[in-house]
């Protein structure tokens, strides 16, 4: 789910940019930094939890009224009706069609739901929502001038100097639901070993005012800052997907093991809840997400929308290379070297050598498995005998 609109924070920029070392991202992190001289170092540290992410371009937007839970999950994919002030949660808005419209990371307070969201996002978001209220007592606000979000993996975000934003005596402090599978949720990827374990990751709300003073803090030594790369990097070696890089306008949750965290596929109905249901109890996906494995003898590193491509073999031929996909992300990885996410055809088996084309070059890439190729047709539906088959009685 891409876009094109400027994130709000590009005009000026985040105060973390005046930082000694600061590098200024682009494309869609435009306003916050990529790195302070050092990724892979910043990979560790953040990794450690002893480091902060700059996420202020991102947008934040909250709904306030007593029918704001029931709402939201009358229209999206996550069950919302039992949250619990300071519960984290994430959850979907689909198309009719079931295709991916909006990410949203959700926190409710017990007075207001807070969204986070890609700050390019936010308009299309707001405006939606907006139109969908009717007469409910809901009310839609954007907060992205007041409050800023900043990441972490410390175990207690708390004990950082970064004083969560309490506006209605809850912090707002989000916790990814990635690192297990969700109530309701369900996993295609396989049960062992899955990166997204140890991926405990937590974005704290503060009054965008303080970020001044996290600067400082930052300059003085009492905080550490990762950037943009170390995260993305880290992000992507747990197979975690980024709607705004990893999704667009023809994906469903199947294809990037969304149902994980955050799909319920028992509760009630909801835009797109047929397609959710019909591919996952009776068909496939038709793309899957897979982790490649980069030769990086060249130094080329893929960009977003890169094409793959895989050998196709044919008897007593010479295999035949044919686009599957393209690389939605990319990173280099301080232990894994340069790893990428990329959509491919949910046909190409698991154990194609695939082939980047990059910069006028041709890049090797192995595959790990997320979304295998078998994901989906989970309903156990007895086949009916063909015609002509005598069926014997019992």
């Known amino acids: 789910m891409t876009t094109t609109a400027e994130p709000l924070a590009a005009a000026a920029g985040s105060p973390l940019l005046e930082l000694d070392g600061a590098v200024q991202a682009d494309g869609i992190d ?4 990529a790195h302070y001289g050092s990724p892979n170092t910043e990979q560790r540290k953040l990794l450690a939890g002893t480091a902060i992410v700059d996420l202020s371009h991102r947008g934040v937007l ?14 999206s994919s996550q069950e919302l009706r039992g949250l619990t002030p300071g519960q984290s949660t994430e959850t979907l808005l689909l198309d009719p069609a079931g295709h991916l419209e909006y990410a949203i990371a959700l926190i409710d307070d017990g007075v207001e739901s807070w969204l986070l969201v890609e700050a390019a996002e936010l308009p299309g978001l707001q405006a939606w929502l907006d139109r969908m209220r009717f007469t409910l007592r809901v009310q839609v606000v954007d907060h992205t001038l007041a409050y800023a979000t900043i990441g972490t993996m410390a175990a207690d975000p708390a004990a950082l ?8 005596g809850v912090p707002l402090v989000w916790r990814d639901p990635w690192s297990e599978v969700a109530p309701g949720g369900w996993q295609y990827a396989a049960d062992t070993d899955h990166p997204g374990a140890a991926w405990h990751w937590t974005e704290v709300l503060i009054p965008r005012s303080s970020l001044p003073a996290l600067r400082d803090a930052i300059a003085a030594g009492t905080v550490l ?3 943009i790369l170390a995260l993305e990097a880290l992000r992507i070696a747990a197979w975690r997907p980024r709607g705004a890089l990893d999704a667009d306008e023809r994906t469903i949750p199947h294809e990037l093991d ?63 290379r044919r686009t599957v996909g393209a690389i939605t992300s990319s990173a280099i990885h301080y232990e894994l070297g340069p ?30 498995v997320i979304v295998p190729e078998s994901a989906g047709s989970v309903a156990e539906i007895p086949r009916l005998p063909r015609l002509g088959v005598r069926v014997p009685r019992g």
């Open 30 to 33: 435009v306003g916050v930094a």
């Open 62 to 75: 909250s709904i306030a009224g007593p029918d704001r839970l029931t709402w939201l999950n009358s229209m």
């Open 161 to 168: 100097p970064l004083g969560p934003a309490s506006p209605n």
């Open 225 to 227: 800052a990762a950037g």
């Open 258 to 320: 969304w149902l994980r965290s955050a799909v319920h596929l028992n509760k009630g109905c909801y835009r797109g809840q047929e397609t959710v249901a019909k591919v996952h109890n009776l068909g496939h996906p038709p793309r899957r997400l897979v982790l490649l494995h980069l030769d990086g003898s060249d130094s080329v590193l893929p960009a977003h929308g890169d094409e793959v491509q895989g050998d196709r073999f044919v008897a007593n031929a010479a295999p035949e």
């Open 339 to 368: 790893i990428a996410l990329a959509v491919i055809k949910r046909t190409v088996p698991g154990t194609v050598t695939l082939h980047v084309l990059s910069q006028g070059l041709s890049i090797t890439a192995s595959q790990e």
